[in-house]
């Protein structure tokens, strides 16, 4: 079952189509209950969908910010990188959209 | 290497780019060497068969290829070694800003080498300038913090 | 005539003092890809079984790939093959900078190093013209004073030169070969072997240039990468170029794959006095970069204060701010600094040197080694003087420490007994590259089945931390192997990202240009090699170079008698959980590494139980007379019946 029109054409264009499921879900569900930044987010969602690394969250974020839904917000201090900071993240209109398709193909899962 | 390609069509080889990096490993020095387009330029002085003239379409330096003997007093005649010799054709070259879109400046992915206007390219100076002055105070503000 | 390949092997006799050139086989060219894949393949056919390593009869191969020197990014590397001192078996090194890229601009994709020079030689390629040139003025010197040397003497500054330094010299295992000062080409001791051959340096000048079939297409193929890269992986192009490998001290910490104390743990207490940050933010004058990078990942680094003011260094890696660091408990950054230094100037391979170090300071914390054995040396963890002296010692091969360390950690704790070996954290002699496998199971795997031991760059799979589970889905064909905790799929993963590092040794591309995307993996290497060579390249024929380049490497390992009981990891991973940090309790049990190891070996075609090769296997890729040998040696599998592994991609 593909994804609405919109997405499938931004999917197509950034070469992600077929490449969108489960982790992205976790991601924006976790993210639209309030902004976080990466490290928050896999605190979060780990051990779920065999996510066990920070990286794997960091580029499906990234893969949803290149998609339109979630936007940088702010920056925060962690510890991921010793001395810089982490941007922080929201979801956007088209990310609830895309939440909402998600959690129909895979369940809330 | 970029420059190279573009220049023989199919060879890359940095002895026949035009702009040349200069290394001194155990110092950390790398230096892109290349033409100044010199407003006055000595190279055009010193050459015997006037060979090389400002290109009025493109404002850019070059050395006409037809005319050049290969004498390569123009080497001599360059402060910064930007002119080479190109064994296999006989005459001298040097950048000629590939007709104002230079392949180099696109292949850099540091904004070592940069495209710019002539009259803004000292703002580049004055913003290292003040980002080592913003440096110190901010090392200053902190020393007098503790 | 060739695109790309410069079509010329350079033969040097040194027993002769003669070089003779020889045109690149078309043979060699179809199937083996250029540089690694090269050097494989002569090796397996020259260097017979039960060579001595470090004797006349061993071959040392240098190879550079039909891209080196070219501008597909990355690609400046090179390597250097022999039989290996450390693992009596296949070995290679491989190294960046500039070295490669001048080899090809004078007209060589290799040179063949033959038997023994009488006394020391150096070798001095100016494009046509070859010179085996008296370098007894030289022996002795470090490398950087050999660099410097060559230049003066070729009155050419920009001169590349790859030499050995008095550890090569003195045939210490962990000697290595250095090019540009500070590019190390590191494992498996070809260091000893080429001062074996008594070779001291290869000086090139090179201008004669490398061709390319299709440069429009290639120029595009090349702009296109650097955008899927800065696009696709962002927050690695950024935070690599910035900080380059010493990124790996924090991130491997948080994911408890720090190496410490020997491998005894994952994770350091101090690793934030290691971190990249640090170093990037006190240390860092400059970075810089090898032939075609994109990155600049290379930290050129000067200290300004404390005990070791003064030092310059560059090339400061992971591998020496974690190796020197954390991997002996020491939380000194400006001192693994140093250290790097050192081993540059001497000629000693990092990942041999701190495992030889942390391996001794662990039997010395036991009573194994004590303080007569290491002639006063107080191996305490974290002591920095000692550990400098340590190197030293290596590099002269001096006193009776000196002597013990120069054969690499497993020969040493074999020679000393008294259960050192447990602590020797090697597979096949080779020491492994640093990253904790108990939490990062793939790259446990990797090593272990590595050719050329112990080594995280055969494999370096990466796509287990780095790929979305959904990549990992559709790449390799499971979303599990992005559990790092996990067996299932990593078979199929590892002997995938071996057949692309293949690839990507033989092209002669650096691998951290291929981390994240998956689209670079997939399309990089058939899209430039194509373009470069005008051969037409596709996915599926680069991966079959791939994997035929592994398997001549593994059927050389098979000929000198390794078997599957080489391809296991020291024991201490499969027993000791780690005691320390987030991953505590984590162990990798042997039971769960027979299971990927089965699934490796199904994958690869190979006979599930001894990891031995199947006929069918070698000659589907064309190596009948290998799969002949093997089996004239009683070293060739049955063919059983086996589960299709599907490769995706």
């Known amino acids: 079952m593909p994804f609405s029109p919109k997405l499938e054409d931004l999917m197509k264009r950034e070469h992600l189509q077929g490449l969108i499921g489960r982790t992205h879900l976790l991601i924006l569900r976790s993210i639209s209950r309030g902004e976080k930044c990466v490290t928050e987010v896999f605190d979060e969602i780990k051990g779920q969908n065999y996510i066990t690394a920070q990286f794997q969250v960091v580029r499906a974020t990234d893969q949803l910010r290149r998609l339109g839904c979630v936007r940088v917000t702010g920056n925060k201090r962690t510890g991921f990188m010793a001395a810089s900071g982490e941007p922080t993240y929201g979801v956007t209109d088209l990310g609830r959209i895309l939440l909402s398709e998600l959690e129909e193909k895979h369940g809330k899962i | ?146 | 005539m060739y695109y790309g390949w410069a079509g010329t092997i350079l033969r040097v006799d040194l027993s002769r003092k003669q070089a003779k050139k020889q045109v690149l086989p078309k043979e060699l060219v179809e199937n083996f890809l250029g540089g690694r894949g090269f050097n494989s393949k002569i090796l397996y056919d020259e260097v017979k079984p039960g060579t001595d390593p470090l004797g006349p009869e061993n071959k040392l191969i240098f190879g550079a790939g039909p891209c080196t020197g070219t501008i597909v990014p990355c690609s400046g590397r090179w390597t250097v093959t022999a039989k290996s001192p450390t693992t009596d078996a296949f070995g290679d090194a491989n190294a960046g900078g500039h070295w490669g890229a001048e080899l090809k601009w004078a007209g060589y994709d290799i040179i063949i190093f033959e038997g023994r020079a009488e006394e020391p030689l150096y070798l001095w390629i100016d494009d046509e013209r070859v010179e085996l040139r008296d370098a007894k003025h030289l022996w002795g010197l470090d490398v950087w004073e050999t660099t410097d040397a060559l230049k003066r003497e070729t009155g050419d500054p920009n001169v590349e030169v790859a030499a050995i330094g008095p550890a090569g010299e003195r045939l210490s295992y962990p000697a290595c070969v250095v090019c540009d000062y500070t590019r190390g080409a590191g494992k498996c001791g070809m260091g000893a072997v080429m001062g074996s051959k008594r070779l001291k340096a290869i000086a090139i000048r090179g201008t004669r240039g490398v061709r390319v079939a299709r440069p429009e297409e290639l120029v595009k193929a090349v702009e296109e990468s650097i955008n899927i890269l800065k696009t696709e992986d962002q927050w690695w192009f950024e935070n690599f170029s910035k900080y380059g490998t010493p990124i790996f001290v924090m991130l491997f910490q948080h994911l408890g794959a720090l190496p410490t104390y020997n491998w005894r743990e994952g994770w350091f207490k101090d690793a934030e006095d290691l971190s990249g940050e640090l170093l990037y933010n006190k240390y860092v004058k400059k970075k810089r970069a090898c032939s075609a990078c994109v990155y600049h990942c290379s930290a050129y680094c000067v200290v300004d204060d404390g005990p070791y003011a003064g030092t310059v260094g560059e090339g400061v890696e992971y591998e020496a701010t974690g190796g020197f660091g954390s991997k002996m408990g020491n939380r000194d950054l400006a001192s693994t600094i140093a250290a790097k230094t050192l081993c540059d100037k001497l000629g000693i391979d990092l990942i041999n040197c701190t495992e030889t170090i942390g391996w001794a300071m662990e039997c010395y914390e036991k009573g194994i080694l004590t303080k007569e054995d290491t002639e006063g040396l107080d191996l305490s963890w974290g002591n920095h003087t000692a550990i400098l002296e340590a190197i030293r010692r290596i590099g002269y091969r001096e006193g009776k420490l000196g002597e013990l360390f120069a054969l690499g950690s497993r020969k040493a704790a074999r020679r000393i007994g008294k259960g050192a070996e447990y602590y020797s954290i090697t597979v096949k002699g080779q020491q492994m590259g640093l990253v904790e496998p108990r939490p990062m199971w793939a790259w446990g795997l990797g090593f272990a089945t590595s050719t050329r031991g112990g080594d995280h760059l055969r494999t370096q799979p990466a796509p287990e931390f780095m790929f979305t589970p959904e990549e990992a889905e559709k790449f390799i064909g499971t979303p599990k192997i992005s559990d790092r905790f996990g067996w299932e799929g990593k078979g199929r993963l590892v002997a995938w990202c071996q057949h692309i590092r293949a690839i990507n040794d033989s092209l002669e591309n650096c691998k951290y240009f291929f981390r994240g995307s998956p689209r670079l993996y997939v399309e990089f290497p058939a899209k430039v090699l194509t373009a470069t060579t005008g051969l037409n390249w596709t996915y599926e024929t680069v991966m079959k170079c791939g994997e035929r380049i592994y398997n001549i490497e593994k059927a050389f390992n098979v000929r000198e008698g390794l078997g599957r009981r080489d391809d296991y990891l020291p024991e201490r991973f499969y027993k000791e959980p780690l005691s320390q940090g987030p991953f505590k309790g984590t162990v990798m049990p042997r039971e769960k590494f027979d299971l990927m190891l089965g699934e490796y070996y199904a994958v690869r075609g190979w006979d599930k139980m001894t990891g031995l090769q199947t006929r069918e296997k070698l000659e589907e890729l064309g190596l009948k007379y290998v799969a002949d040998e093997l089996e004239k040696m009683g070293r060739l599998a049955k063919p059983t019946s086996r589960r299709k592994g599907t490769k995706k991609g």
Do not use: H
Request: net charge positive; with cysteine; proline share 5%.
């Open chain 2, 1 to 146: 290497m970029i420059c190279s390609l573009k220049k023989t069509g199919d060879l890359i080889t940095p002895t026949k780019a035009r702009v040349r990096v200069m290394k001194r490993e155990t110092l950390g020095v790398d230096v892109p060497v290349v033409c100044r387009q010199c407003e006055d330029p000595p190279c055009r002085d010193v050459c015997p068969t006037n060979a090389i003239i400002r290109n009025p379409e493109t404002g850019a330096v070059t050395i006409d290829e037809k005319r050049c003997i290969g004498c390569r007093e123009c080497m001599l005649g360059c402060p910064f070694g930007t002119i080479s010799f190109d064994v296999n054709r006989g005459v001298c070259v040097n950048c000629d800003l590939c007709d104002g879109d230079p392949a180099c400046a696109k292949m850099c992915q540091w904004g070592v080498i940069r495209y710019e206007r002539a009259d803004l390219a000292d703002l580049a100076r004055r913003r290292m300038a003040m980002e080592k002055i913003r440096e110190a105070a901010g090392k200053t503000e902190a020393a007098v913090k503790s």
